[in-house]
């Protein structure tokens, strides 16, 4: 099955400052990327997704980039807020309506 | 939101008991999916659905068992609940098979004395 590792586990930023998370796949067959941000005990809520035949995608502060040959995806938050603490994960779907999730990320953006 | 809503959303129980926690959806979606979240191991799959009567296996699922018999209904069973078994437990569906994106209900935490 697949296989999702996703680096760093914890990541550290000074407000203003970016974020980048980074995430590998093994399976070549998955062709749907999203990411999920987790506030403290909330529901996990999907921030941004990508598919296979899209290099790059932007939504205000955040992008998410695909490199299909590396098999690897990352996320980038660009002036990072407070409010952008908070656990990320990413998942990789090999169109199978099925998820398979990396470890996750917390992120802490210091005032 | 998505219109998922689970019961309950807390609970402890004793090593041994059964435990079966509920999905409720008004969405009408087709596929739901039960995960566990547990520190460092990120929202692993437990079982999934991807119709009324039609369930399948995910990555964790022994010691579980999961039914649907309404579209809007997915119900989770911990036939004899241990200790490892305490996580929290998200239920999710899938908005469109076109989007492919998974929404997740507000999640159960289960303690497992």
């Known amino acids: 099955g697949e296989n999702v590792e996703q680096h760093p586990s914890t990541l550290s930023v000074q407000e203003g400052d970016s974020a980048v998370i980074k995430c590998t796949y093994s399976d070549s067959a998955s062709n749907y990327f999203p990411w999920y941000k987790q506030e403290l005990g909330k529901r996990p809520q999907l921030i941004i997704d990508i598919r296979s035949n899209v290099g790059e995608k932007k939504d205000q502060r955040i992008a998410v980039t695909l490199n299909k040959t590396a098999k690897h995806f990352s996320l980038h938050i660009t002036e990072t807020q407070p409010e952008d603490s908070a656990v990320y994960f990413c998942?990789?779907?090999?169109?199978?309506?099925?998820?398979?999730f990396g470890a996750g990320t917390t992120v802490t953006v210091r005032a | 939101d998505a219109g998922i809503t689970q019961s309950p959303r807390h609970k402890v129980t004793e090593t041994g008991t059964p435990v079966t926690l509920r999905c409720h959806q008004t969405e009408n979606h087709r596929y739901m999916y039960w995960y566990r979240q547990d520190p460092g191991h990120g929202l692993r799959l437990i079982h999934y659905?991807?119709?009324?009567?039609?369930?399948d296996k995910g990555e964790v699922s022994d010691g579980y068992s999961v039914s649907r018999s309404k579209t809007e209904d997915f119900l989770l069973t911990l036939e004899s609940a241990t200790s490892s078994q305490t996580s929290v437990y998200f239920c999710a569906t899938l908005g469109t098979e076109y989007q492919e994106t998974q929404y997740f209900g507000p999640g159960t935490r289960l303690l497992v004395l």
């Open positions: 998942a990789a779907d090999t169109n199978d309506y099925k998820l398979s």
């Open positions: 659905s991807y119709g009324v009567k039609d369930t």
